[in-house]
């Protein structure tokens, strides 16, 4: 399985967001996220981030599932 990077478009706060979606009922949801919403997105990505790169690898989403019961 071939890895695909992402870059975390939402991590950023101001105009980015808009910019980086294409056209589409997606796209539109995500650009009428509140400032709040984000917010807590952000936390629940800090959370699973354990070693604070930006990412989260296979371990720390391994980490995360286990912990939820799968």
Known sequence: MPFHHVT??????GNYLNRSLSAG????QLA???VEELDEIREAFRV??????GFISKQELGMAMRSLGY
């Open 25 to 28: 009922s997606d796209s539109e």
């Open 8 to 13: 975390a478009g939402l991590l950023y706060k």
């Open 32 to 34: 009428n996220i509140s």
């Open 48 to 53: 699973l981030d354990r070693d604070g790169n």
